[in-house]
């Protein structure tokens, strides 16, 4: 079974620097695109990054342009998240997502927090 476990986030600064990792299982992680989402209470979940299955392409909301970086090790079937400058409009529920198989089921995981924070 599809399986996305993601980790790294926690308390910092604002101006300070995080990274994201998200562990694929359970499906051929080097042919999907992946992306990171991210959600604050009473908001809908918002795109902040994707990456192609090669990693040769990349897209980022607005937002977090010029400060955030998505890579991807399809070696070790882990997408990451590189967040630099964060601000406090960053602290949010930070979710990866695979979308997986002829059907294109969207399958999330359980999620990390970041709270941006003097």
């Known amino acids: 079974q599809v399986q996305l476990v993601e980790s790294g986030g926690g308390l910092v600064q604002p101006g300070g620097s995080l990274r994201l990792s998200c562990v694929a299982s359970g499906f051929t992680f080097s042919s999907n695109a992946m992306s990171w989402y991210r959600q604050t209470a009473g908001k809908e979940r918002e795109l902040v990054a994707s990456i192609t299955s090669t990693g040769g392409s990349s897209n980022y909301a607005d937002s977090v342009k010029g400060r955030f970086t998505i890579s991807r090790d399809n070696a070790k079937n882990t997408v990451y998240l590189q967040m630099n400058n964060l601000k406090p409009d960053d602290t949010a529920v930070y979710y990866c997502?695979?979308?997986?198989?002829?059907?294109?089921?969207?399958?999330w995981g359980q999620g990390t927090q970041v709270t941006v924070s003097s």
């Open positions: 997502k695979a979308v997986v198989g002829s059907w294109a089921r969207a399958y």
